[in-house]
């Protein structure tokens, strides 16, 4: 498969790397709200599109504290793969799932950029594997840390993703009734400026009724 073939469910795996309270406290890259809501945003496109997902966590007892919570509302059915290794491709248990999926396009987030995501989306890239950075949905330890990670990665020949992009080049045209209306969902939930105007043009424009989680009584 090639860089300038388009994301699809088929031909993708999605990946999530160390998104656990230690990680995340060190993160200072990114607004840490708007990580949350960008992984979030990430699990949810892999979920509507029931793209193989992986889970794997580092040191959870003795450090970094267990997988976000919500990421795991998300996947309740998932096996999280536990390591030690910083790097996830020195697991043999990792790089197991990761074949076993059968997909040739990894897209990873991680915490933290420049160590959990730059490790093995190097050694991916060296076993022939295509790796889509998810750059919104990473973190480092400072912007100088995700900057030089990002570049360092990028000129070894990964493409960095945002996680809006991603769903959206799983939907691809909005003739795809079957996950429309998650997509639509998880867009005015997490979509920010771009979800508030689906929200506005649906109630504004085409008289919908204004979105609710809970209905009112």
Known sequence: MSKLD???PTNSTVIFIDFQPQMTFGVASIDRQTLMNNVILLAKAARIFRVPTILTTVETKSFSGNMWP??????????????????SWDDPKFVEA???AGRNKLIMA???TEVCLAYPTLDAMKAG???????DASGGTSVVAHNAAMRRIEQAGAVPMTALQVMLEYQRTWARKETYDDVIAAVKEHGGAYGQGVE??????????ASRTVSSK
């Not at 594997?129 to 750059?135: D, F, G, R, T």
């Not at 506005?200 to 009724?209: D, K, L, Q, S």
């Open 200 to 209: 506005y043009a649906y109630t504004m424009v085409h008289g919908a009724p």
């Open 110 to 112: 991680a915490l933290w």
């Open 70 to 87: 919500q990421l795991l509302d998300i996947f309740p059915d998932n096996d999280i793969i536990e390591r030690s290794s910083m790097n």
């Open 6 to 8: 388009l994301l699809n």
């Open 98 to 100: 990761v074949q076993a």
């Open 129 to 135: 594997y295509e790796v889509y950075a998810v750059e």
